[in-house]
């Protein structure tokens, strides 16, 4: 069964675009300051504003479809992660790789009450963008069971 990521990621998403909005701006700023105080080009300032509205734009109007096509499924075997339609990716995490499973919350993440669920294997972390907290405890734990149960059989 395949599961998607709850609607507060939507949130999370907008608020990092936002975010990235204000930087762009912040950079704008700057160069609209050095423009006035040293006559830098006022074109300069132009890059970083076109670059952030292309930016943010682009991240706001992918928010639902990024949502729409974002599973994961964990079975016995491995942990299955798709995104994307036009540009698929689908992983598999072999269970019997799996090192660690660690829950990480940034701001945004913990102003929604969502945790990410990282995958650690010897070579890369594979990450469950952001779940409810019962759900990352209860995936953390039957990922680590299958896990500990592969080591057992191998």
């Avoid at 300051?33 to 734009?57: S, T």
């Avoid at 734990?141 to 057992?152: D, P, S, V, Y």
């Amino acid at each position: 069964m395949q599961a998607q990521l709850p609607h507060q990621i939507k949130t999370v998403w907008r608020a990092r675009a936002a975010i990235d909005g204000i930087i762009w701006l912040a950079i704008t700023a700057a160069l609209l300051i050095c423009h006035h105080l040293w006559q830098w080009p006022w074109w300069l300032a132009m890059i970083p504003l076109v670059a952030g509205i292309l930016h943010v734009g682009s991240h706001l109007l992918l928010i639902p479809y990024r949502y729409r096509f974002w599973r994961y499924a964990i079975t016995a075997d491995a942990v299955y992660l798709r995104s994307g339609y036009l540009f698929r990716t689908e992983e598999a995490i072999p269970i019997a790789r799996i090192q660690n499973v660690t829950l990480a919350a940034g701001p945004l993440l913990q102003w929604q009450s969502l945790q990410a669920v990282q995958v650690h294997t010897a070579s890369t972390t594979h990450s469950i963008a952001g779940v409810t907290g019962a759900v990352a405890d209860q995936l953390r734990e039957q990922i680590m069971q299958l896990a500990k149960e592969a080591r057992a059989d191998a």
